[in-house]
């Protein structure tokens, strides 16, 4: 379920939102609704609502202050559409620039409200499913982390090899997922330019050189089955784009997944 706040200065406008939502069939409910963006302020930074409903123009305060003052007091992002009776371009530029996801005109016609709620809704769910495995691959991460106390201060050389073991551990994990050295560099808390210097000087190979090489090797393996085409190989070792993972392939190798095969012969394709 998608949680939404509305904050518009007439009591109308809301009883209306409330109706139109219902009338969507939308999994999204209204939790909350505020004539003033600074009465809202202090609920919507506690309560952390999926969705806000914001009215752009409200006698002396607006919707984009009440935005700007949220993303200044919490690192909390909603999503937001914007609703207004006023079809300008400034003020449409200066929503987009604070993140407007969405921006209809009064008076709000159901198929543009749901319209708008279904893309918020695509939205939310796909930065549910992005923190869901970014939480997922750091619980993997720490399997393989080192018992290092945070605020121990190893040696330069021994913190080196440390992080060059943990992440070399964690791609060969992870190879199938989607990774790369900015998504470790994020887990850990560090920039991708010293991970990447850091595993380039301890192991000799880059990041990205290490990953292609750890998925090409079990590609190779999974050859061997007949069963498998090499679409699905590709997938399994985490290339998504076939192409890529051809010549990937051959860049590791030296003959294309095709020709490794003996050129489709004996191999399922």
Same mark, same amino acid.
Request: proline share 4%.
């Given at each position: #379920?998608?949680?939404?706040?509305?904050?518009?200065?007439?009591?109308?406008? +809301?009883?209306?939102?409330?109706?139109? *939502?219902?009338?969507?069939?939308?999994?999204?409910?209204?939790?909350? +609704?505020?004539?003033?963006?600074?009465?809202?302020?202090?609920?919507?930074?506690?309560?952390?609502? %999926?969705?806000?409903?914001?009215?752009?123009? #409200?006698? %002396?305060?607006?919707?984009?202050?009440?935005?700007?003052?949220? @993303?200044?007091?919490?690192?909390?992002?909603?999503?937001?559409?914007?609703?207004?009776?006023?079809?300008?371009?400034?003020?449409?530029?200066?929503?987009? /620039?604070?993140?407007?996801?969405?921006?209809?005109?009064?008076?709000? +016609?159901?198929?543009?409200?749901?319209?708008?709620?279904?893309?918020?809704?695509?939205?939310?769910?796909?930065?549910?499913?992005?923190? &869901?495995?970014?939480?997922?691959?750091?619980?993997?991460?720490?399997? *393989?982390?080192?018992?290092?106390?945070? %605020?121990? =201060?190893?040696?330069?050389?021994?913190? @080196?090899?440390?992080?060059?073991?943990?992440?070399?551990?964690?791609?060969?994990?992870?190879?199938?997922?989607?990774? @790369?050295?900015?998504? *470790?560099?994020?887990?850990?808390?560090?920039?991708?330019?010293?991970?990447?210097? *850091?595993?380039?000087?301890?192991?000799?190979?880059?990041? /990205?050189?290490?990953?292609? &090489?750890?998925?090409?090797?079990?590609?190779?393996?999974?050859?061997?089955?007949?069963?498998?085409?090499?679409? =699905?190989?590709?997938?399994?070792?985490?290339? %998504?784009?076939?192409?890529?993972?051809?010549?990937?392939?051959?860049?590791?190798?030296?003959?294309?997944?095709?020709?490794?095969?003996?050129?489709?012969?004996?191999?399922?394709?």
């Amino acid at each position: #379920m998608i949680t939404a706040v509305s904050v518009d200065d007439e009591p109308i406008v +809301h009883s209306m939102l409330e109706e139109m *939502v219902k009338e969507s069939g939308l999994p999204v409910t209204l939790i909350g +609704h505020f004539l003033s963006a600074e009465d809202a302020l202090k609920t919507i930074s506690a309560t952390h609502p %999926d969705l806000l409903l914001l009215d752009i123009q #409200m006698g %002396d305060t607006d919707g984009l202050s009440l935005a700007g003052e949220l @993303s200044e007091l919490t690192s909390y992002s909603p999503v937001i559409i914007y609703i207004t009776a006023y079809d300008r371009f400034d003020y449409a530029r200066e929503a987009l /620039r604070l993140g407007a996801h969405d921006y209809i005109l009064k008076p709000i +016609h159901q198929p543009e409200l749901t319209a708008a709620l279904k893309r918020a809704i695509n939205t939310i769910q796909a930065n549910r499913v992005r923190e &869901s495995d970014n939480e997922s691959a750091k619980k993997q991460l720490s399997r *393989v982390l080192p018992t290092l106390a945070v %605020d121990s =201060q190893p040696s330069m050389q021994t913190r @080196s090899s440390s992080i060059a073991r943990i992440v070399r551990e964690y791609i060969d994990s992870t190879f199938m997922e989607n990774i @790369s050295l900015t998504s *470790v560099a994020d887990i850990l808390n560090l920039s991708p330019g010293y991970i990447g210097g *850091v595993f380039k000087s301890e192991l000799g190979i880059t990041f /990205r050189a290490y990953l292609r &090489s750890v998925r090409i090797t079990k590609a190779k393996l999974l050859m061997a089955d007949p069963g498998l085409n090499i679409s =699905q190989i590709a997938q399994a070792v985490g290339y %998504d784009d076939l192409n890529y993972f051809s010549e990937a392939f051959l860049a590791e190798i030296g003959v294309r997944p095709s020709e490794y095969r003996g050129s489709g012969k004996h191999w399922a394709k």
